[in-house]
C-alpha cells in the first residue's frame, strides 16, 4: 500500500475504531504474564531480552527463576557471569544473557544504580537496539514509543495491506509510522502490549484466527482468499549440516571440560572438547586433530556414545560423543578460554550447550539400561 493510500486509511475514525477494538479486546483477553505485573524498568528489560526470538511460554519459567536470583539490577550485576550463564542455560541465543549482565554492570557502576530515563540513553547500552529500547520506555515509563516486533508487524501487514517482505528496512519504518499514529499517547503501555497480545494470540503466522479477531472488519486482508499470505516471506535457503565431534576425556575418575571464548557463539559456556570435521575425515581422526589444536595433548579415542542432532538459527548439526582417554601433553587453553578437569557430579553446575546436555541425556539413559 502506497503513501497516499495510508493516510486514506490512517483517519481519525478509523483510528479510533482501531484504538477503541483492540483495547477492549485486551481488557477481556489479555494473559496473566508476570512481567505484567511490574513497571520495575530493570524487570521489563529483562523479559524483553529473554522474549527475542523465544516464545512467550518458554520464557516464563526462565523469567521468574531469574527474577528470583537476580531481583535487581545490582543483585545482577554482582553476580559472576558463570552463574548468569547457568540460570539462563538452555535459553538460547547467549548473547542476550551476556549483554544483560554488561548492561546491569554498566547501570550499577557507572550510573550509581540509576537505571536510564531516554531511549538515547537505553540504545547506548549493550546489545540494546530500538526495539528493545522503544519497549521498555513505554512499557516501563509509558512513554508514547510505538513497539514493532514481529507479532506487531504481522498484524500491521495484514490490516493495512502491506505486501512488502518484513526484511526490507523500509517496510519497518513505514509500520513503524503506522504504529506512531495509531499509538494513543496517554496508553501508549497498555496499546503496545494489546497489538503484541492480539498478534500472538489471534493473528497468527500460519494459523490465523480471523473470527476471533477484534479488527477483522478493518482488516484488508479479509478481503484475501488467504489472509496468512500477508506479511510476504521470503523462502528460505535449506540450513547447511555439520558433523561435529565431542570427547568426554577421562583421567583417572574426572572428565575435562573446555569454555568457549566470550566472543565466539556460545561464548562462556562450557562443553566437552572437540569440534567439525573436515571433508574426507572419520570421525574419531577428527576428535583427535581437534583436542591437539583446541587444548594439546594427545587422547585415546574409545566407544562411541551415540549422536544427537541439534538445530541453531543459521546451521544445524549432528554431535557425535565418543568416551576418550587422556595419554598425554600439556593441557593449554590454545583454542578455548579455559579447561577444567572436574568429577562426573560436578558437570550440572556449569552451563552447557543444549547439544552436550542432550549427549549427557544419552550417556544417563544407556547407565539405566544397563542397570
Same mark, same amino acid.
Given at each position: ?54 516464545? $512467550? ?94 507479532? $506487531? #508487524? ?25 504504529? #506512531? ?73 574426572? $572428565? ?74 600439556? $593441557? ?40
Amino acid at each position: 500500500m502506497g503513501e497516499r493510500a495510508l493516510e486514506y486509511r490512517l483517519t481519525k475514525e478509523f483510528v479510533d475504531r482501531f484504538r477503541r477494538r483492540l483495547l477492549k479486546w485486551y481488557e477481556e483477553n489479555r494473559r496473566d504474564l508476570p512481567w505484567r505485573n511490574t513497571q520495575d524498568p530493570y524487570r521489563i528489560l529483562v523479559s524483553e531480552m529473554m522474549l527475542q526470538q523465544t516464545q $512467550v511460554s518458554r520464557v516464563k519459567e526462565y523469567y521468574e527463576r531469574f527474577i528470583a536470583t537476580f531481583p535487581s539490577v545490582e543483585a545482577l550485576a554482582r553476580s559472576p557471569l558463570s552463574h548468569v550463564l547457568k540460570m539462563w542455560e538452555g535459553l538460547g541465543y547467549y548473547s542476550r544473557a551476556r549483554n544483560l549482565h554488561r548492561t546491569a554492570r554498566l547501570i550499577a557502576n557507572d550510573r550509581h544504580g540509576r537505571f536510564p530515563q531516554t531511549l538515547h540513553e537505553l540504545c547506548a547500552l549493550p546489545g540494546i537496539g530500538p526495539y528493545t529500547a522503544s519497549a521498555v520506555m513505554s512499557i516501563a515509563f509509558n512513554e508514547p514509543y510505538p513497539v514493532v516486533d514481529g507479532n $506487531v #508487524a504481522r498484524v500491521l501487514c495484514r490490516v493495512f495491506g502491506i505486501e512488502k517482505s518484513l526484511k526490507e528496512t523500509e517496510t519497518h519504518g513505514q509500520l513503524s509510522k503506522i504504529g #506512531a499514529v495509531l499509538l494513543p499517547r496517554r496508553r501508549a503501555r497498555t496499546f503496545n502490549e494489546a497489538l503484541m497480545e492480539l498478534g500472538s494470540l489471534v493473528c497468527r503466522a500460519t494459523d490465523a484466527q480471523c473470527e476471533r479477531c477484534c479488527l477483522r472488519l478493518l482488516c484488508h486482508a479479509q478481503t484475501l482468499a488467504d489472509p496468512t499470505v500477508l506479511p510476504t516471506t521470503v523462502k528460505k535457503s535449506p540450513l547447511p549440516h555439520y558433523d561435529v565431534t565431542a570427547g568426554l576425556i577421562w583421567r583417572g575418575q574426572k $572428565v575435562l571440560l573446555s569454555q568457549r571464548h566470550l566472543d565466539e557463539m556460545l561464548g562462556g559456556l562450557w562443553e566437552f572438547p572437540g569440534g567439525k570435521t573436515k571433508p574426507n575425515e572419520s570421525l574419531e581422526d577428527c576428535l583427535r586433530r581437534e583436542i591437539k589444536e583446541e587444548l594439546g595433548i594427545d587422547i585415546e579415542v574409545r566407544e562411541h556414545i551415540g549422536a544427537v542432532k541439534h538445530a541453531y538459527s543459521h546451521f544445524r548439526i549432528t554431535l557425535h560423543g565418543f568416551h576418550c582417554r587422556y595419554v598425554g601433553g600439556r $593441557v593449554r587453553s590454545l583454542g578455548c578460554a579455559d579447561w577444567k578437569w572436574v568429577l562426573p557430579s560436578e558437570i550440572s553446575s556449569y552451563a552447557l550447550p543444549r547439544a552436550d546436555r542432550k549427549l549427557l541425556e544419552v550417556l544417563e539413559r544407556k547407565k539405566r539400561l544397563k542397570q
